[in-house]
């Protein structure tokens, strides 16, 4: 049966690929962001193209009320939601006694807080229907801590460690989490973050289509809680955990430097 599918940051990069992708495999998609004509050409396009339902609510997610404002409009429209793909997100890069707090706060907003309401919200919905699936939007920045953009990583850890969390209380109870830890992938992330004078998104950069092939087929398909898209990012995950906490830090440091 086709699903309904709400998809933060749909209107570029990541949520707009996702949103193509459930779309295409015939599910009805709820496409969220603050870019009113991407989003309303979007749902123009899905329509036209898959012939399912493409809903749209434009949100603020950095505003402290707009989660509970987008939960009450949904409801209000009688739409039920199947899939969360919690995606919205963005990272600051530079010095962190040079980055403005302002935005930073609302990072943390929009990563963290937004996240977890729309977790809450529709979250329990799912329990009690015992059905459901979430996707949380985290970053191979959520492995270590990451020395020039200190929040981003740190707000990305909170992502990985909650939904884990998340994952684990929810098991058994129909709804199942899973975190999407993408490395450098080529979108608009690299430039809302100012980073294009970092060494970081010099090489080695995934296409956004591999990123949410990848994260698709494993979220629908196994019961893996944590999905890291592609091999190079797959084995430096996993080869972190075995050296001292403080090397993999300057390390990071070096990879993140202005070139
Ligand atoms: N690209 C990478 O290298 C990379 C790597 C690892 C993880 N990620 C994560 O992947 C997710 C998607 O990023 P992306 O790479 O696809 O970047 P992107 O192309 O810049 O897309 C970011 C999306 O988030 C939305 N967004 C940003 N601020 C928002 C706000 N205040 N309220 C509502 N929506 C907001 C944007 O929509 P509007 O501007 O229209 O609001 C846009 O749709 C993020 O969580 C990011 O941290 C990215």
Redesign the pocket.
Known sequence: MNKTVLI?????????NFSHKFAGSGHDVIL????EE?LMALSQEIMNKYGVKAYVFI????KPEASKKLYSQIKEQGIKVDILIN?????LFGEFEETELSKEL?MIQ??ITALTELSKYFGNEMVSRKNGRILN?A???AFQPGPLMAVYYAT?AYVLSFSEALANEWAGQGVKVTALC????K????D?AELQSSKLFQSGVMSVEDVVEEGYKQMMTNDKVVIVPGMKNRILTGAIRFMPRKMVTNIVRKVQERV
């Open positions: 933060t940051g749909a209107s570029s990069g990541i949520g707009l969220v962001a603050r870019s991407k949100s603020d997610l950095s995606n919205a997100g963005f990272g609302d929009v990563n939007v970053s191979t920045a990305k993408p490395g450098a992938t979108t608009g992330f690299s809302a």
